[in-house]
């Protein structure tokens, strides 16, 4: 009896804890974040910098994540334009490089057509950057004929 009050009140406080954790999503759409390569981006330690932010009437800024937040990565679209024969797998890679790691966190692969390739990804979980990391973006061939657009929102660093 004793053991399983005692069972039922460990299951009580760790349901309680996922409770309590939730999921993170925006609480405004000022919060949703568009970002891009440009073809001026910065290069980073591998790849080239995701430098700039789309703002709502089409504009960009630079992409910066406030201090006190992270930006969390829900969906990203690769696209290469590069002169390869039709067939040719190419991939493209979301690098987050920190002062004291960097961490491959998304790959994905598309075939050539026509001098393009294009493939999208979805990340239900989010993958979580830092405000002290650079996203980056790392491509098999030429980086400078590879683009990405990065969706996602701003969250506060816990």
């Keep these: 009896m004793v053991r399983s009050a005692l069972v039922l009140a ?3 406080v760790v349901a309680a804890s996922d ?3 939730g999921v993170v999503a ?3 759409p ?3 974040v568009t970002a891009i390569r440009s073809a001026t981006a910065p290069p980073c330690l591998i790849g080239v910098q995701v430098d ?18 992270v930006f969390i990565i829900t969906a990203y679209e690769f696209h290469k334009n ?3 024969p039709d ?6 890679q979301l690098v987050v490089v920190s002062p004291s790691s960097v961490g491959f966190v998304s790959s994905i692969s598309a075939i050539m057509k026509g001098l393009n390739a294009f493939a999208s990804k979805e990340v239900p979980s989010g993958i979580v950057v830092s405000s002290r990391a650079k996203l980056c973006l790392d491509s098999s061939g030429n ?5 990405v657009i990065v969706h996602g929102f701003f969250a506060p660093d816990r």
């Design 82 to 84: 590069e002169v390869l």
């Design 30 to 32: 000022s919060q949703l």
């Design 52 to 69: 700039q932010r789309v703002l709502p009437d089409g504009s960009w800024t630079p992409f910066v994540i406030p201090d006190g937040q």
């Design 87 to 92: 067939g040719e797998q190419v991939f493209g």
């Design 10 to 12: 460990v299951m009580a």
């Design 19 to 21: 409770v309590r954790a």
């Design 143 to 147: 980086i400078d004929q590879a683009d």
């Design 26 to 28: 925006p609480d405004k």
